[in-house]
């Protein structure tokens, strides 16, 4: 009963061209959601998050963007750099801050040169 | 600023043997975490901290027991290791301001054999 979903294992784009990464959820309590990317052998880092009141926020290159009544959302990364290349984790919380966040699977993006 | 700091970064147990995955962060966050990730698989959370002195499970307690005695301080306990625990097991924290998120500790990888 995965609660967060990223249907796709892996994403493969050139260098300059947009990714755009998917997730799903089906829990309609979450309200709040973020986006980790991750470097192997490193702690996944937080990339940028969502509240349920909007439907889009952007920093920098990176937006993502929310339906809840699709409970989806996907992040956007323009344009694509080698240095994204990583795995990047959805996750959702039914409240802010303190609240235990329930992650996807992940999904690998490659940038190629 | 160290940030979340976990040791040791790897470590091979035998089965039945017991061992203790140190976790220290120096932010002063009220709120940690202890999550584990199988390959290909997102994070589980297996304890967290709202506090000191305060601890409660998360989705896959077994096998494992915490203490929070310290605001700093979030040791994660593994008794009679087994096989199947064998992972990459990440702590985390926050303020509870979730807009930036948990800050990661860079992880331990766990070898049961």
């Known amino acids: 009963d995965q609660q967060v979903k990223q249907n796709s294992p892996s994403l493969s784009v050139q260098e300059g061209r947009i990714s755009i990464l998917n997730c799903d959820y089906t829990?309609?309590?979450?309200?709040?959601f973020l986006w980790y990317k991750k470097y192997p052998a490193e702690g996944p880092t937080f990339l940028i998050s969502i509240s349920s009141i909007k439907d889009k926020n952007e920093d920098g290159r990176f937006t993502v963007f929310l339906n809840k009544s699709a409970k989806h959302l996907s992040l956007h990364i323009v344009p694509s750099q080698p240095g994204d290349s990583a795995v990047y984790f959805c996750a959702a919380s039914p409240q802010g801050g303190s609240e235990k966040l329930v992650f996807g699977k992940g999904m690998k993006l490659t940038v190629n040169p | 600023n160290a940030g979340v700091t976990q040791t040791p970064k790897f470590r091979i147990l035998k089965i039945g043997q017991s061992m203790t995955l140190q976790c220290t962060q120096d932010?002063?966050?009220?709120?940690m975490y202890w999550y584990r990730q199988d390959p290909g698989m997102g994070l589980k959370l297996i304890y967290y901290?709202?506090?000191?002195?305060?601890?409660d499970k998360g989705e896959v307690p077994n096998g494992y027991n915490v203490s929070r005695s310290t605001t700093e301080d979030f040791p994660l306990r593994l008794e009679l290791a087994a096989p199947s625990q064998t992972s990459v097991y990440f702590c985390a924290s926050t303020s509870g301001a979730w807009a930036g998120g948990y800050t990661f500790g860079s992880g331990t990888r766990l070898t049961v054999v």
């Open positions: 901290s709202v506090g000191a002195g305060i601890t």
């Open positions: 932010m002063n966050h009220n709120y």
């Open positions: 829990n309609s309590m979450f309200d709040y």
